[in-house]
């Protein structure tokens, strides 16, 4: 028996493509017989509206289980700490000290827009082999430092890293290391 590309027998199709219509074994088409709708579930994200008989995401979830929010907690907690890791690992000369951050922080505008810097940004990101060190530490808005994520130059914003390029020599020297070793002209 061939199926079409949802995997619906052809013999099955017109129920599907039609579902208020229902092909019987002599050929005419009859409306199909309804069966009687299930006991709804208390535990269920889903609940059935009787009248319309259709099953639909309730406006507002009930609270999720107690133990699927302490593993989502834990999961937190598990990235917050190979993250520490990899800083710690990444450190040149012992950690970055507050008052470094601070300085850069203040000491201009975000590197990529030139908007006002609220965050502190690695050039090359520590989980794709960065330095906890000043020389790879620039100010950054949030909305760029949040949406470079682990992200090289040459596979970030184009338009955003030409800026930074011309607006910091970190950013302009990352970017010819990663020209030279990758092959991509910014």
Request: aromatic content about 4%; proline content about 10%.
């Amino acid at each position: 028996m061939q199926s079409n590309r949802s995997g619906v027998p052809q013999s099955h199709r017109a129920t599907v493509e039609q579902p208020d219509r229902a092909l019987p074994a002599r050929g005419k088409w009859t409306r199909p017989v309804i069966p009687p709708m299930p006991e709804p579930d208390p535990f269920s994200a889903t609940r059935v509206i009787p009248a319309a008989g259709k099953w639909t995401r309730p406006a507002v979830l009930s609270v999720p289980p107690a133990d699927l929010l302490e593993w989502n907690r834990a999961g937190d907690r598990a990235n917050s700490r190979a993250r520490q890791a990899r800083k710690r690992a990444a450190e040149v000369a012992g950690p970055v000290s507050t008052a470094t951050y601070a300085a850069i922080l203040s000491s201009g505008p975000c590197v990529y827009c030139g908007d006002l810097a609220e965050q502190v940004d690695h050039v090359r990101p520590l989980a794709r082999g960065g330095r906890e060190h000043p020389a790879n530490l620039v100010p950054s808005c949030a909305r760029c430092n949040r949406s470079k994520r682990a992200r090289l130059l040459t596979e970030w914003q184009p338009g955003r890293v030409t800026y930074g390029v011309a607006h910091s020599l970190k950013v302009a020297t990352e970017a010819a290391r990663l020209a030279n070793v990758d092959g991509h002209q910014l």
